[in-house]
């Protein structure tokens, strides 16, 4: 079946500090990928997201690239702020589906 | 304009009770998905509505739970004889449609805690 696999949090970084969380998945086919983020207190939203191999999402200063040999969609961002502080979901969409098959979410706490 | 509201926020149930959780999703939104949140770990997808037409339900985990959307629009997520397994926040997204085009809004979530 299909899964993501990310990694365990918590993450904690200083401000303006470089970031990177990793997420390998296995699905059948050629999923789409994406990336989620839930702010203190609010709903999941969506960060930035990727349909086909080597496409790069990108949004709010944070990019993904689509690794197609790698299985892989890790998550960057040079320069994190304090506001940047969530748990960020990475998840995966099967072609032709509807569902998201999400990953466990890694909590990062960026401190001034 | 008005995003997913659900309701309650909170719901906290004796266990052997049945509690209904409410959608409303996006004016518009075809696509209505529910998905169940355990503490600390990732969303899982529960059952998925195209109009009022339940099209997958294959991540209920009991025949406990059920789903509904007759007009098209609100839904309404039904546990039956809760137990303490179904502690989680439930979750409900709508999207216009199907496809890679459309995202999935997600609404806040129904904390439900079961005693």
């Known amino acids: 079946g299909n899964s993501v696999t990310q990694m365990e949090g918590p993450v904690t970084l200083s401000e303006e500090a470089f970031l990177t969380i990793n997420c390998t998945y296995t699905a059948t086919g050629y999923p789409s990928l994406f990336w989620y983020v839930q702010y203190p207190g609010e709903g999941l939203q969506l960060l930035l997201k990727a349909t086909k191999a080597d496409d790069k999402g990108s949004n709010k200063g944070f990019e993904a690239t689509y690794r197609k040999e790698t299985t892989s969609f890790h998550l960057e961002k040079g320069s994190v702020q304090v506001s940047d502080s969530a748990v960020y979901f990475c998840a995966l969409r099967k072609a032709a589906g509807n569902k998201l098959t999400f990953g466990g979410g890694t909590r990062v706490l960026v401190k001034p | 304009g008005a995003g997913v509201s659900q309701s309650p926020r909170y719901k906290v149930a004796k266990r052997g009770q049945d509690v209904a959780l409410r959608c409303d999703p996006i004016?518009?939104?075809?696509?209505l998905f529910w998905y169940q949140q355990a503490l600390g770990q990732g969303p899982e997808f529960l059952t998925y509505?195209?109009?009022?037409?339940?099209?997958?339900k294959s991540g209920l985990p009991s025949d406990r739970f059920f789903a509904e959307r007759p007009e098209g629009s609100v839904s309404t997520l039904k546990i039956q004889r809760t137990q303490q397994e179904d502690s989680a926040v439930y979750l409900c997204?709508?999207?216009?449609?199907?496809?890679?085009?459309?995202?999935?809004?997600f609404g806040p979530g129904t904390r439900l805690t079961v005693t």
């Open positions: 997204a709508s999207s216009l449609t199907q496809g890679d085009s459309y995202e999935q809004y």
């Open positions: 004016s518009g939104h075809v696509s």
């Open positions: 509505f195209q109009n009022e037409a339940q099209l997958d």
